[in-house]
């Protein structure tokens, strides 16, 4: 089973006489990275609180949003009011000159970090529990959608495979006359520059053979398929991160599939080779949202 890296999860839960809201969203990225938005003093309990959301995240660039709303959902806390000034002030000339509603200026500047702050002192244990409690609500939705995404991923990366296990099935039936048609276009190149009859046809088919060698490309077609399979094999595994891996597999499949165009020199096979080039694009384009 795979998971995304994009993911989304919520959950509330009444705090005292307010509601507390928390709000996970996270994207693809090649590093870890966690940020919490939160009107409390969370002190010690911060690295706690991104100790868990890492151990369901795994990976990506994770924003945790906290919020305590009164029952017209307001933020609640105490105002920097001269930050909030200097905000609105500079705001409102800008929108005015462009046409725009200034009636939200100001519930959105509430909703900035560095303008609401509760002022209180660390959360107490009670108050944790609350917050805890709402995390793993918000952390169990979040891990849901990641899944729901991962399963989508997977049934496209399953048809990517099997349209690449297909073209490369279908090399096979062009394979002898590409031998030939090297061939005769070998032979015809050499008649242009001397008679036949001068022609050593025995060293000839000595050249010919080993040209054909070189450009023989089974060894890769086998390669291909081993990388397909392990590929699939690789999204079957009981593990949770596997986009790394995924990637790794790609970029070798990559590989013999450029070899195998290299080597092509047949019209039909190329054109199998850029049906393979362009459903490997769309996997790679995958494995960077994987896990």
């Given amino acids: 089973m795979l998971f995304s890296m994009t993911g989304f999860g919520s959950a509330k ?18 590093i870890v990275d966690v940020r919490v938005r939160s009107p409390f003093d969370l002190k010690e309990k911060e690295n706690l609180l991104r100790k868990e959301v890492l151990e369901t995240a795994i990976r990506g660039k994770i924003d945790v949003s906290i919020e305590l709303s009164s029952s ?47 002022g209180s002192k660390a959360i107490t244990d009670e108050e944790w529990d609350i917050i805890e409690s709402t995390l793993d609500a918000a952390l169990d939705r979040f891990l849901a959608f990641k899944k729901d995404e991962g399963i989508a991923i997977e049934q496209d990366f399953i048809k990517n495979i099997a349209t690449i296990e297909d073209c490369l099935d279908k090399i096979i039936n062009f394979e002898a006359e590409r031998i030939d048609k090297i061939r005769e276009r070998i032979s015809n190149g050499l ?34 398929s081993q990388h397909c399979k392990y590929f699939l094999e690789t999204i079957e595994v009981d593990e949770i991160s596997k986009g790394r891996t995924l990637n790794f597999i790609s970029q070798e499949m990559g590989r013999e599939i450029n070899t195998l165009g290299a080597k092509a020199y047949h019209s039909d096979i190329q054109r199998l080779i850029v049906i393979m080039k362009d459903e490997l694009e769309k996997i790679k384009e995958q494995t960077a949202n994987i896990v």
Avoid at 201 to 212: G, P
Wanted: glycine share 2%; charged share 30%.
């Fill in 72 to 118: 017209n959902s307001v933020p609640v806390g105490l105002i920097n009011e001269s930050l909030l000034r200097s905000y609105a002030m500079s705001l409102k000339p800008i929108a005015e000159e462009l046409g725009l509603d200034t009636s939200q200026i100001i519930p959105s500047l509430l909703r900035v970090p560095e303008i609401l702050s509760n």
């Fill in 13 to 30: 839960r009444p705090f005292q006489d307010k509601t507390l809201s928390i709000e996970i969203k996270s994207v693809n990225s090649k």
């Fill in 191 to 224: 008649e242009e520059f001397m008679p036949v009859e001068s022609v050593d046809k025995n060293r000839f088919e000595q050249e010919l053979i080993y040209y054909i060698e070189k450009i023989d490309f089974s060894e890769e077609k086998s390669r291909l």
